[in-house]
């Protein structure tokens, strides 16, 4: 499990989106819509908007966190969501830990 500090700035968030079925990875290089859902361990859902890793081939897409994205020390899920014309696909909810900076 991914781990980070609370206000990380520039950790990557990097999801693959398979099939259920056979779990072989799905091309989501025509992706029109790449975002992450993220859900903080109150509870609270945000979306931030993707990237792909590479070219999208590979399944991937990641997103790099900000000052402030992460504040809330605990357990957080993660779930890509890509659009393309062949329909909405969505990776295996991740899960990540944000732990107290001392600093902070």
Do not use: C
């Not at 398979?18 to 903080?40: C, E, H, N, P, W």
């Not at 969505?90 to 001392?102: D, T």
Request: glycine content about 8%; overall charge negative; aromatic content about 6%.
């Amino acid at each position: 499990m991914l781990t980070m500090r609370d206000n990380d700035i520039g950790v990557t968030i990097r999801l693959t989106v398979k099939d259920d079925a056979d779990q072989s990875v799905i091309d989501v290089s025509g992706a029109s819509t790449k975002q992450i859902l993220f859900v903080d361990p109150a509870g609270v859902k945000s979306t931030e908007t993707a990237a792909f890793s590479t070219d999208g081939t590979n399944g991937q897409i990641e997103y790099v966190s900000t000052d402030g994205d992460f504040s809330v020390i605990g357990t957080w899920k993660a779930q890509a969501k890509i659009v393309t014309g062949l329909g909405t696909y969505r990776s295996k909810p991740a899960r990540f830990a944000v732990h107290v900076a001392l600093d902070s």
